[in-house]
Each structure stands twice: as C-alpha cells, then as structure tokens.
C-alpha cells in the first residue's frame, strides 16, 4: 500500500546544531506537507511542497521536494529549544481532489540548551 | 470558533461500550477529517467529508466505526462495542476546501478502553 517512511524516528541536538528529517514514498506523492506538533499538542501546518524540485525556505526552515516527487526533507539550522517537537510529512497521492495524507511516523526533535 | 473543538478531551470507558466523540470545525470549512494517532505515530487517515457527504471512509478499521456530519458542521465519530485496541487519540480536522489547503487540527480526544 501507499506508505510514507520517515526518518530519523528521534534526533537529540545540542542548541545551534542543525537538524534533518527526511521522508520517502515507494510511489510518486501529489504533494506533501509538513506538519509541527508539539508535546501535549496538536499538528500544526508548516509548508506545502508541489512542484518537483520545490525549495521552500521559512526562516531558518529549509523545505525540499525531490525531484521524483518521492521523497522530501525539512532542514532546521542552528536550532533553538523552541524547535523542539515531533516533525511530521504527510503526503498525498493521487486520484482524490480532497486531502487524503498519508503521514510518515514523526521525528521526534530534542533540543539541548 | 477560532480553531476545532473536540470533545471530550478524555474518555475512558469499558470493553464493550459505545462511545460518541464530537468535532466542531472551523466556522465555514467544507472538509472535514478524523484521524486516529497511535503513541508515537503519526495520524492515520479514518474518514472524510465534504460538506454533509461522506465521501470517503477507507480507512475506517471495522465496521464499528461509523460517522455522520448531518448538517454540514459538526462531525460525530462513533465507536460501537468498544475494544481495548480501539485506545488512541481520536483528532479532527478541516480545511477550507476539498483541494490541497492546510488541515487545522484539534486538540484530539484520547480514548482509554478497560
């Protein structure tokens, strides 16, 4: 079946290092977002990645899509004890107009003052 | 509202009772989801709606699992005969349109069956 596959499931950083999560579809994604929760929270929408190739920056957030459209990572530089959280994917395939996701297992981000 | 409600918060009940979780999304979204989140998981897809339209319930478990969103508005997920393997975080969400827009989620309701 349709499954999103996301690594690293955890990633402890000492404040100011950086942080990566990536995520991999066996088959091609429509588009994918990305999605911050918090502990004791909900997700919260980050970005959404369509095109092929799409890099997509919110300050010290770089968003990527692969060119494939199978693959995707999120890229934290110096990171601060405010990142700290559980990054989801969630990527949509193809055939429905609403948004089915299908969400990758989480990293799950601890950030050392 | 200024995001989704869900209610209640917590439930906890016993093996073999029925149980109702409620979702009143934000004011004027048309689409409307339930998901199920396991400890440690991500959310996994239940069931969708489009205004009062189901239009896609593949990813309901059994057919214990059933919703309704009568008006258009608020959601109702109801789980009948309860199992211990039905224990999760049951979260909601809407978006403004059935197109690829951000889903708004809310706080869930964490159901605990003894």
């Known amino acids: 079946g349709q499954q999103v596959m996301q690594i690293p499931q955890y990633q402890h950083v000492q404040e100011g290092e950086d942080f990566t999560t990536y995520c991999n579809s066996s088959t091609t994604l429509s588009n994918i977002q990305w999605y911050k929760q918090r502990p004791g929270g909900h997700p919260v929408f980050l970005i959404q990645?369509?095109?092929?190739?799409e890099v997509k920056k919110q300050k010290r957030l770089t968003f990527q899509f692969g060119e494939a459209k199978k693959n995707s990572s999120l890229h934290i530089t110096a990171t601060q004890t405010t990142d700290v959280g559980t990054y989801f994917c969630?990527?949509?395939?193809?055939?429905?107009?609403?948004?089915?996701?299908?969400f990758g297992q989480g990293t799950i981000l601890t950030v050392h003052p | 509202g200024a995001g989704v409600s869900q209610s209640p918060r917590y439930k906890v009940t016993k093996r073999g009772q029925d149980v109702a979780l409620r979702c009143d999304p934000i004011s004027g979204h048309v689409s409307l989801y339930w998901y199920r989140q396991a400890l440690g998981q991500g959310p996994e897809f239940l069931t969708y709606?489009?205004?009062?339209?189901?239009?896609?319930k593949s990813g309901l478990p059994n057919d214990r699992f059933s919703a309704e969103r009568p008006e258009g508005s608020i959601s109702t997920l109801t789980i009948q005969r309860t199992e211990q393997r039905d224990s999760a975080m049951y979260r909601c969400?809407?978006?403004?349109?059935?197109?690829?827009?951000?889903?708004?989620f809310g706080d869930g309701t964490r159901l605990s069956i003894l």
């Open positions: 990645l369509v095109k092929s190739g």
């Open positions: 969400a809407s978006s403004s349109t059935a197109s690829n827009q951000p889903q708004h």
């Open positions: 709606f489009n205004y009062e339209a189901q239009q896609d």
């Open positions: 969630a990527g949509k395939y193809g055939g429905t107009s609403y948004g089915k996701l299908t």
